[in-house]
Nanobody, 124 residues
Framework: VQLQASGGGLVQAGGSLRLSCAASGRTERNFGMGWFRQATGKEREFVAAISWDDGSTYYGDSVKGRFTISRDNAKNTVYLQMNSLNPEDTAVYYC??????????????????WGQGTQVTVSS
């Protein structure tokens, strides 16, 4: 499975960005998808995840109420709408796939494939 993330960039505090991640290749099975982020000098942090079948969503505490994850199964694409951004959201954002598993998960070790990352920078 190949994952192509896009939509990162530079935004002022309080602004919004929408990330996209398209999966290709071995997409014949259902898969949960997730977003993680890693700021410089920090560990990888769970952001959000979504299940394949019922679209159940899960969020990290730091983004609840501000970020929304969604997916288009027909396009094998997951989205992350990020609102009310603040400088603490600055990081490289990675999308990931749990191949053959319906459900999203907050643990990075549960994922089988990772995208290349897209930089999000929030200025104060």
């Amino acid at each position: 499975v190949q994952l192509q993330a896009s939509g990162g960039g530079l935004v002022q505090a309080g602004g919004s960005l929408r990330l996209s991640c398209a999966a290709s290749g071995r997409t014949e099975r259902n898969f949960g998808m997730g977003w993680f982020r890693q700021a410089t000098g920090k560990e990888r942090e769970f952001v959000a995840a979504i299940s394949w079948d019922d679209g159940s969503t899960y969020y990290g505490d730091s983004v609840k109420g501000r970020f929304t994850i969604s997916r288009d199964n027909a396009k094998n694409t997951v989205y992350l709408q990020m609102n009310s951004l603040n400088p603490e959201d600055t990081a490289v954002y990675y999308c990931a796939v749990r191949w053959g598993n319906n459900y999203g998960n907050a643990w990075h070790g549960a994922y089988d494939y990772w995208g290349q990352g897209t930089q999000v920078t929030v200025s104060s």
